[in-house]
């Protein structure tokens, strides 16, 4: 059985929203903050809910114990769950970008778009329920959510993965829990994580702001929380500046992005590396890259 809790701090595990999807162990993390309140960072898909609601019980939490769900942005793996949560869960309000509002309240194009991106993936992390207005708080810039205990998380919007998308920064420890605007590190190795509609220049502002925060460590949705954060910061950035260059060029010869996928491999070995994944796993993030590649093609 996957392991579902990882112990980062006193007062931040990061637990595994597991989708029973083969390939799929080990992807998503979601991440709990413990203070005298309680708050999660994503929930994961519908098919991960299960998952998540087995380890907050092997942590020793009851779901009517979450104060706030935070979302780092709306994409189906991460907040196609939150529907389903926040009826479980029903404390908690949803602490989301503004952008991610109408979405979240009514789930219908977002439900689409989700299959049209993903396909067959999309249908079996689940459908996407709506979440009640009246539990929706819209983030802004520096909020802060006073959990106790000295534990007080800072919003940060992050927009470029997704035009969405937040991070949150646990000043008490210098965690950045920075879901996907610092891309994937996964296997010991980085890659860019750039769907459709990336925004390159917004992207490069994230980051650029997380640097200066200093944080100690990063935690990744995808997936853990490591140390060396600026350093991992500033490879990711230069790792994402070399492939937009790659793909541009790639772009103007009507290259498609498979093609563009062996061009990535002559300069950056992350692609070998992908390559020599076990089976289990590489057509998962083979797919991935390639949706990472199309983002580029068309990154502002």
Known sequence: MPKLIYEITPHLKMLSAHPTLDGFEDFVGCYLLIGEKKALVDVGPTAGIPGLLNALSMAAVSPDEIDYIILTHIHIDHAGGIGQAVKTMKNARVVAHSRARNHLIDPTALWNASQATLGELALR???????????????????????????????????????????????????????????????????????????????????????????????????????????????????????????????????????????????????????????SVYPRDYALILNTIRGLMAAE
């Open 125 to 279: 992390y689940g459908r996407i329920d709506p979440v009640p207005e009246n539990r929706i708080i819209i983030a802004e810039e520096g909020m802060q959510l006073n959990l106790g205990n000295g534990l007080v998380p800072e919003i940060l919007l992050t927009p470029g993965h997704a035009p969405h998308h937040l991070a949150v920064f646990d000043r008490l420890d210098r965690i950045l829990l920075a879901g996907d605007m610092a891309g994937v590190y996964m296997h010991d190795f980085f890659r860019p994580n750039s769907p459709p509609p990336f925004k390159f220049q917004e992207f490069l502002t994230s980051i650029d702001k997380a640097i200066d925060l200093q944080p100690a460590q990063i935690g990744y949705s995808h997936f853990g929380c490591y140390g060396d954060a600026v350093k991992k910061l500033h490879a990711v950035r230069a790792q994402t500046v070399l492939w937009h260059e790659i793909v541009r060029v790639g772009a103007k010869q009507g290259k498609t992005a498979e093609e563009m996928f062996g061009l990535l491999r002559t300069q950056d070995d992350t692609i070998e590396k992908i390559e020599k994944l076990d089976k």
